[in-house]
């Protein structure tokens, strides 16, 4: 399953990456307030825009899940993000493996911009998302496409409130 999400800020590209996407204050600010996550564990982050970053995180964030996605993933899932960024390309690359049956779910994604201006870009995260559990996997594919779409509008609600009191 494939999903595509878009969102328009108010911030050069620079500012973006830098001031936003790998401010570990922002991080922080982001996952435990503006995605309400139980804990964020920065696990490694290294390098900067202009020559590469590494980093990983784990978080937990909370969910809502259907009782048949909670009877095979359980009544909490943490999350360890693995990612990198293409100073040449400004691509970030990423990698999501959950606590839960990380053999059979596999969620792969990437953060690009598109410039609109000096000062606005439109943010793209193309995400896939491949679960491979007989009998409930597209319902698990559905769960966390949705979910991930939900967390990642309340990620631009969160981001464009900080631009707006912080820039």
Known sequence: MKEVIKCVFPVSSTDYWKSLYFNEAFVRALH?????CSDLEIIHWGGTVETGIERAFRSTPQIEAP??????????????????????TQRYSFEVIPSAMPNKIKIRGSYWLKERSESEVERVCELSIDVKVFGIGKLIEQFIARAF???QRRADEFTLHWVNNNF
Not at 32 to 36: F, I, K, P, S, V
Not at 67 to 88: A, Q, R
């Open 67 to 88: 009782d048949s996605v909670k009877k095979v993933l359980g009544e909490s899932v943490s999350y360890t993000e693995e990612g990198s960024f293409d100073p040449k």
């Open 32 to 36: 435990l307030e503006g995605l309400n």
């Open 149 to 151: 779409v939900d967390n």
